[in-house]
């Protein structure tokens, strides 16, 4: 069955303390992978889409990799206004549909 | 910059109403979706749609329905609303890969 998981569910860092969010994945065939940032009462917000393993991508303080089971979503330096809940969806072949995990709610303390 | 707007920020019904939510899309997307959005429970399909008048269930199709007459345009409708109907829903678009979110309905059933 296809699967996207997430870790952690919650993360506390204090400004300018980097870490990394997980989402481990399996799908059969791989589409994309996608990371999105919610604010909360908000829809998703579009970050990245990863293709395939070994692609990076970057934006500001937040830098995306993608192995063939997993995504991480490397966070450098962040900020207070870097908090939200960030989620993570594949989609798998012949489809249009989505998998999303349930997110990392993160919380930058100043 | 893709723009999905939806009709109702906020919207509170009485259990049985008919419930008409719409969203809208500005750049030609061929495929739109609508989710719900629990806690704990993440984003799940409703709905989707590849064309006009095309549709597809998702994985809780159950109690609702949907109507895409214009390409721009794809409706959410409770023929019965229901209070386990109560959550945030969100209507996507996309091209070829990454779905764009609108900034969601929160709808209350009492």
């Known amino acids: 069955e296809d699967q996207v998981t997430q870790s952690p569910e919650a993360l506390r860092l204090q400004e300018g303390e980097s870490s990394s969010l997980n989402c481990s994945y399996t799908?059969?065939?791989?589409?994309?992978l996608f990371w999105y940032r919610q604010d909360p009462g908000k829809g998703p917000e579009f970050l990245f889409t990863?293709?395939?393993a070994g692609e990076e991508k970057e934006k500001e303080r937040l830098k995306a990799t993608l192995t063939k089971k997993e995504s991480f979503l490397h966070i450098t330096a962040p900020k207070p206004e870097d908090s939200a809940t960030y989620l993570c969806?594949?989609?798998?072949?012949?489809?249009?549909?989505?998998?999303f995990g349930t997110g990392t709610r993160l919380k930058v303390l100043a | 910059d893709v723009k999905v707007t939806q009709s109702s920020r906020y919207l509170v019904k009485r259990t049985g109403e008919k419930v008409f939510l719409e969203c809208v899309q500005d750049?030609?997307?061929?495929?739109m979706f609508w989710y719900r959005q629990d806690p704990g429970l993440g984003l799940r399909l409703i709905y989707f749609?590849?064309?006009?008048?095309?549709?597809e269930k998702g994985d809780i199709p159950e109690g609702y329905s949907v109507s895409r007459e214009k390409k721009e345009r794809f409706s959410l409708i409770l023929e019965s609303a229901s209070t386990n109907q109560t959550s945030m829903y969100l209507c996507?678009?996309?091209?070829?890969?990454?779905?764009?979110f609108g900034p969601g309905t929160r709808l209350t059933v009492t």
């Open positions: 990863l293709y395939s």
């Open positions: 750049m030609d997307h061929e495929n």
């Open positions: 749609s590849y064309d006009v008048k095309m549709k």
């Open positions: 996507a678009s996309s091209g070829q890969y990454e779905q764009y």
């Open positions: 799908v059969s065939g791989l589409r994309g």
């Open positions: 969806a594949v989609e798998g072949p012949g489809t249009y549909k989505y998998i």
